[in-house]
Every structure is written in C-alpha cells, then in structure tokens.
C-alpha cells in the first residue's frame, strides 16, 4: 500500500510530538551550522586563489617591464627604431597589467596609478623630437623606478594577504572542527536525556493517573465524566452519593439518565455538553439548579462542564462537576436573616453607623447616617463622607482615622458635620478594628451619636460656671458653696476672710468648725434648713474663727444651692466689723463735710453781704456823680469806675453760683415767661458794647416758637448772657447771631428749644474744647490778655445746663469763628393758663391818674448807701424819704403815705424781715398792708430770694445795686400797685 503526502506528514507531525521536538530541533541545528562553516571556508580558498593569481601577474607585469625597459635602452644606444618601438609596446603592456593588478590593493592604487601616469607621459616624450635625449632618458629612469618599487611594494603586500589568509583558513577549519565535534556528541547526549526523559515521563503520567483517581473519590464535589457520545464512563463516590447511581450502574448509560437536572430539561444538559465538545471550551453554569436524585429527591446544585482533550488536543470526552448547594444555601440563608436582622437594628436606631474596608474606605453607612446627612449611599462611599466634615475639623479627623487603622486601635473623636439643613452639627465618632473568624484583619466598624445638644448644654454651663467664678472672685465679699456641710468652692475674698493661703486648705473642710463654738449650733441648724429643707434663711450675724485663731465678725446670708444632684447653699458673708468702723467714719466725715459746707455757707453769705455793702456804696455814688457836670476826661474816669464795679459784681456772683452749684443748693424756679424777652434783654445788654466794636448783633426767633413757656427764666438769662456775652467780647469784626427755635418735643407737655450762638471772632484750637468748660479756663492763657474774665463763665454754664436737663456743645474753628448749641427743655403752657400768664406777664399800669412823682420809703443803714440811694431815687423822678432802721420806716410809713418801700434785710433795732411782716400783719397797717416791698439787700446767697419772698416782700435787688435794675424792680412795684412814675427812666 502506497503512503500519500498527507500520511507522511501525519507521521512525521506524531513522531515530532511523541519524540521530543526539542532533540530534531537540536539535531536540525547542527546540520545548519556545518553547512554554514562549509560554506564560509570555500569562500576563503576562493580569496586565496584569487590572491594568488593577483600576485603571479604583478610577478609577471614587473618582468615585462624590465624587459620593456631593456629594450628601449638598447634601441637608444643603437640607434634603432624598431626596437625602440618594440620596447615602448612591451612597457605598455607592462603598464596595462599593473593597473589591473592595483585593483586587488586599493591602499596603494593611487600612488600606482599616479606612477604609471608619469611612465607613460615618459614614454610619450621619447616620440618627441623637440625633447633632449638624455633629458627623456632621464625621466623614462625616473619613472621607471617609481612604477618598480610600486610593483615591488604590490608584491610584498600579495604575499602577506596571502599568509594572512592561509593562516585565517587553518584556524577556522580547526573551528569547525571543534563545533561539528561538540555538536555531535550533544546531539548524541540529548538524545541518551531524551530516552530517560521519556520513560520518566511515563512513570509520572501514570503516578499521575493514580492521584487523579484517588483525588476523584476524595474530593466534596461529585465528577461525572463522560465520552464523546454523552455516556458516563465514571462516576466518584460523591456524584454516585448526589445521583443515587453506582459507578457500575452508571457505565454507558447517558449522561442525561444520570446527571437530571432540573428544571432544564435532560436535552438542555446533554446540548450543554455538546456545545461544549463542539466549541472546544469549558461551561461553568452558577444559576441555583436542583439535581434529581436516582430515588426523586432533589437538591440544589452547581455545575460546571469541561472537554477532555486527546494528545492531540481533540476533544475525546468531557467531564461534569456537580457541587452539592443544600447546606450552603442554608448558610446563605441563614446569614440573609442574620444580615437582615443587623441591618434593621443599624437602621432602626439613632446611631449613624459605618463601615470601611483594608484600604480605609468607607463601603457602609445606615440609614440614619444618610437621613442625617441628606445624601445618598453613592455619595457617602469611599472619601465622600469627608465632604461633610467642617473644613476646620477636617484635617484634625483624618489624621486621627489614619493613625488608628494604621496601629490596628480603636478610637473616640469629636467633629462637626454637616446635617441636611445645611448646619454644621457635633458628633462623636467611635470607631474599632474588626476581623473575621480566622483573625483577618476586614478593617473598621464605628457608630456616631448627635453630641450638638450636649455640646451646647456643656457650653452654656462652662459659660453659666465661668461667669460665676468670675462674678464670685470679683465680688467684694466671701463666697463659698457648701454641700453635705463642706466646701465644695470658695471665692479669693473669702479665702482671705478665714485667713487662708490657697483655697485648697478649705476646700472639703467642715463648715461649722470654722465658725464661733457660740454660734456653731445655729449655723447647723441653718445648714439643715438649707440642705434638707431646701429653704432660704435669713441674713444673720455670726463670728467666724480664722486658720491663725483670730475670730472675725461677719453677716453671713445663704440661699439653696445644687451642685451635680447634691444639695447644699450659696453663702455670702462680708465683715461687718469694718462695715460698722467706716459707717461711723462715714458719719463723722458727713459731720465735718456739713459743718464745713454750713461754715463755708455762712463765710460766703457773710462776706457777700459785707462785700456788697461797700460796693454798693460806691457804685451809688458813682451813679450819682455821673449825673453831675463832668469834664470829658471826669466822665471817663467815673465810666471805667462803673464798669469795673459792675465786673467786681458779677465776679461776685460767678464765685457765689458756682459755690451753690457744687454744693447742690442751687435750684431752679421754674415760672411762665415771655421768650421775647430774652430776645430784648439781650439786645439791651449787649447792643451798646456790640455797636461800640463795629459788631452786628443779630437776634432771631422762630415763628413757630411758642409766646409763652414755663421755665427757669434768670438761669436761662443768665445762660444767654454768659455766651452771647462771650461772643461779643471774642469778636472784633463781623457779627454775633442769636438763633432760637423749637425742636420735636418728647411728649406733648414738654418743649425744646435749640439755642444757636454764632460769631466771627477769633475761635477756639481743638485743644481748648477740652478744657473750656473747666473753673477758671481762659481762651488765651498768655501775660499778654486782649480778653479780660475769670473763666468761671462757661463751667457755670454748664452746670446750669446739666441742672436744666438741657444739652451744650461748642463747635469753634480757630480764626474763624464759634458756634455754641444749647438745647433745653421747657413745659408747654395750657391754653387758659397761657391767657391768664401772658395777660399776668404783659399787665399794664392801671390807668387811674396819680398826681405828683411817686413816693419811695428807703430804709438803709448804711450812711453812705442811705445818701447814694436817696440821691439817686432824687435824680430819677422819685420822691424818697429816708429810715435807717426797721423801727423808724414803721414810724413813717404810719404817718405818711407811700407807693413803694426798699427794704434794707440787716439793720440795727428792727431788721427788714421783721419789718415786713409787721407791715403785712399789723393793724395799723391796714390800708398799707398790700404796698410793694423790693429787699434790697447784700445777701445773695442760695436760698436768699426765697426766705424773703417768703416773707411778704414782693421783689429782691441784689447789692451792688444798678440803675437799670433798680428801675426795673420800681416799675414791677408800681405796676402791680397801680401808680405810674411821670420821670424818665434813666439818667445816664
């Protein structure tokens, strides 16, 4: 029978497989290798024969040539043609054969070639009659020798190429040598290993065989393994135990009869199979199937189908795994309830529970955390959750997670977290290692609880603790907390009242013993009724013993007190040993400071009175003299008198207001008053100096400012007085403007009016504004005065202001000018008693005629004041009649008629406040009992006015007494009176 290609090459591919590629390869290999070596030394004898053929026709070439060159020197010394022609063609050859001999050795080619350029062009020249003869001789010479040492050099390198190359041609076939030798006795071992490879092959393919039958009925997993037609060739002890068949029983029989599994159908399991065969692959199949057993009973199972492949790789059979499921399924479904059941307690709670894996990602949170945090499990896993974390916190929380699960330890941390509202809440994040059964390491389990309540309960009671201790240790007296009867706190002041370094000596001591043996009882019995009671007790005095053994008597009240569930007090207690020793210190000092202030009262009053007298004297008797005929230079001497007078007075009254201010005896009286008055007063006062300096001096009222208000009219005069009068003397140029309106009331009873003060003079430096209102506070503080003045002017104004409950600012620009705010309060009057006060205020003289001057009574002590008022009234159009006592203005009055008596209040025999209530009570003064009284007196003091109104008198002139005001106070007399003076109403 004859073999085709294809079942040769069918051997040849069995006898490669089942005989070892790896040796054919080897033996392959070695017989390219020697072909290779073969090769390569043929090349060599072809270079050694050409080197050798290159070197006989140099040989050759220099023969020719010096045969050549022979010939033409015979032909030169005999002169014959013929041979010179000869030889010359004999040197071409030679030439001709060099140059292609100088192609095998191309490292001397060029000097070759330039030599044999240069015998030609010699060879050349000998043809050329125009060229000496021993001239080409010498140069055919010359280049003769070049070209045979050329040839000659040629030569030595032919035969060194050629012994190079015979010695490179031995070495390499003892090479080859060597390599065929080697290679053959490896081929030669490789095939002895190949042989003993083989049989050790087959020993361990049938150990093999064993172990795999032994493994088969060893192992949990039932195996069925089966031909390529789907019958069973084996079952192992488990798959006889899944099925229900024997091994015997199942030989032959379909896979299909024996393998049943459900609910795919026999056909399904057998098409499994053969799908498998037909594709060459291995089926796992891990839906839950049910195998049905041999006797019926069915339990789930796994299975997996996988080709047995020939030594060719071509599928011959497959075997079936089957995998018993029942227990695991109980397991599964056991650790479902279990799983569940865990998750519905981490659920059910408040606790926010999580759960990280080996690498510190989180890969659980329960429902309260997402409910907390409002977001989903999606956006909580791995490092999400750390975008919930306060980025102050932030750094603080990771670097404690990581340290822990690094170090395998449980940890506790507080941090805030962002809740659903967008808020920022605390929680305590405690979290541990867990591992499995086996001690693997799974990573972290930990739970959160909502601490922000707790944390603000424990905020606001540090904060409630904090404010105590600080209250309790800058208290001015002891303090100390008793529970159970001992401290539990005590405060510095109270530390230092027992006579103790640290408070640590008290603290936990027993109360009662540090109190008197005198009083311990009571003390007991009080901290029953604290403790147990629960009740206050009363302030009591009681005498505590210090640590030194002094004892100290203190006032000591408790109330009830609880202090982490235990009831105890709050016990303040302070010396009352110095308490008393100051009380009395206290009421001798107000002793002295009243018998001082009634002193200082008295002197002032006193000096007032004997100041005023004389001065009052003097400034009458310059009043008078200014009535007379002076010269020019008389009548300025008697005006600075005047003036200064008139400042003394004021001078007088500044220091007196200022004492009765700062001693509080200073009150107001208030009463209803025109407000165009004040504008008039001004004007009176301040027209004459303002015009005099080239000043205008401006008055407003607001149209809207009520006619009449109730208020302080001479305080407030005396307010407006004291800074338009600044304004005035400050002012050189320019004008001084006085601005009154009212402001929005605080009720409808009440009234403000603003008061605005401006003027053009030299203003104030910003330094001065702080002390201007200070007692005696000048603008210019120089030797060098322009201004004259106390400076007590502006600290009574705002004394007065204070005292009005009124507001005053200065706003001045140095140079520029200053403008005074002033802000006080009035009543409003009611619509009848406005009719009633303005017709009061504006009452005119009634209009029955009176004949003749009216008759003034001037009762006076004093001589001098007695000759100045009467001469003055004289020069005023009044009729005067003197008395210089209170006994003797009795006697006139009751003989005579008078319209009106100024009434001296200190005189000798009767004094003026006798006197006037004789006059308003006496019978005999019936008809004169109403007559008008104006004191006129020195007193001045607080209080003064008011004891003499008191009296019966209807008006008061202070001493000094001025015209203006004494025509004044005579006016307001007889007005009210009903008598009208005829006389002018001034004299100078």
Known sequence: ?????????????????????????????????????????????????????????????????????????????????????????????????????????????????????????????????????????????????ALDRQAEALDVQGREDIAALALSLNREFRTAL????????????????????????ESARRDMARRHEITLRSIGDGVIVADADGRVELLNPMAETLTGWTDAEARGRPLADVANIVPETNGQTVATIRDMLARGRSVSVLAPMLLASRDGTRRPVIHSVAPIRDGRGRPVGSVLVLRDRTEERQFQQALAESEQHYRTLANSGTALIWASDTEKLCTYFNDPWLRFTGRTLEEELGYGWVEGVHPEDLDRCIAIYAEAFDHREPFSMEYRLMHASGEYRWIVDSGGPRYDTQGEFLGYLGFCLDISERREAEAALRESEERFRTLADSAPEGIFIQIDGRFAYVNEVATRLFGAREQEELLGGHVPELFHPNCREQVCDRIRTLNQGQKQVPPAEEVILRLDGSSLDVEVAAVPFSLAGRNGALVFFHEVGSLKRAAEAMRQAKEAAESASLAKSEFLANMSHEIRTPLNGVLGMLQLM?????????????????????????????????????????????????????????????????????????CHMAPDLPAVVVGDEARLRQILFNLVGNAVKFTQTGSVQLDMRPLPGRTDDTLRVLFCIRDT???????????????????????????????????????????????????????????????????RLPLR????????????????????????????????????????????????????????????????????????????????????????????????????????????MTGDK???????????IAKPMDVDTLLRALERALSRSGASAAMPSAIM
Not at 74 to 98: T, W
Not at 109 to 138: N, Y
Not at 762 to 779: D, N
Not at 781 to 791: L, N
């Open 833 to 940: 008693d406005f009719q009633t006060g303005a017709a009061t205020v504006r009452t005119q003289a009634q209009e029955d005629a009176y004949n003749g001057p009216p008759r003034v009574l001037f009762v006076e002590d004093d001589e001098v004041n007695s000759l100045a008022g009467v001469k003055l009234l004289e020069k005023l159009g009044y009729t005067p009649t003197a008395a210089m006592n209170g006994q003797e203005a009795l006697e006139l009055l009751a003989a005579h008629r008078f319209d009106v008596v100024l009434m001296d209040v200190q005189m000798p025999v009767l004094d003026g406040m006798a006197t006037t209530r004789a006059i308003r009570t006496a019978s005999r003064f019936r008809m004169q009992s109403r007559i008008p009284i104006i004191a006129m007196t020195a007193y001045a």
């Open 1 to 145: 029978m004859t073999a085709g290609p294809g079942t040769w090459l069918a051997w040849l591919h069995d006898r490669l497989l089942h005989h070892k590629l790896e040796v054919w390869g080897t033996v392959v290999l070695c017989a390219l290798v020697c072909v290779s070596i073969a090769w390569l030394h043929m090349l060599h004898l072809n270079s050694l024969a050409r080197a050798t053929q290159g070197l006989q026709s140099i040989r050759l070439a220099r023969m020719e040539l010096a045969r050549g060159m022979l010939a033409v020197a015979l032909a030169d010394s005999a002169d014959s043609p013929f041979q010179l022609e000869q030889g010359m063609a004999q040197l071409r050859q030679a030439v001709q054969a060099l140059e292609r001999s100088s192609i095998n050795a191309p490292q001397s080619s060029a000097t070759l070639r330039f030599s044999l350029a240069q015998l030609q062009g010699s060879l050349a020249a000998l043809q050329d009659p125009s060229v000496p003869q021993r001239e080409k001789q010498t140069g055919l010479n010359i280049a003769y020798h």
């Open 626 to 698: 200014g009535t007379t005929s002076l010269t020019a230079e008389q009548q300025e001497y008697v005006t600075t008198a005047l003036q200064s007078s008139r400042r003394l007075t004021r001078l007088l009254a500044d220091i007196l207001d200022l004492s009765r201010i700062e001693s509080g005896k200073l009150s107001l009286q208030p009463a209803a008053f025109e407000v165009s008055g004040l504008e008039d007063a001004v004007r009176e006062l301040f027209a004459l100096a303002a015009s005099e300096k080239g000043v205008a001096l401006e």
């Open 761 to 827: 003079g030299i203003g104030m430096a910003e330094s001065l504004l702080k002390t201007i209102f200070e007692p005696f506070s000048q603008a210019e503080a120089a030797y060098t005065r322009r201004f004259q003045g106390a400076g007590l002017g502006l600290s009574i104004v705002r004394k007065l202001v204070t005292l009005m409950e009124g507001e005053l600012c200065i706003d001045s620009d140095d140079g520029r000018g200053t403008t005074a705010y002033l802000v006080l309060p009035f009543a």
């Open 946 to 956: 008011d004891r003499f109104l008191a009296a019966g008198m209807d008006d008061y």
């Open 178 to 201: 060597g390599i065929s030798g080697g290679l053959l006795v490896g081929v030669v071992g490789l095939a002895i290993l190949a042989g003993r490879a083989r049989r050790h092959a």
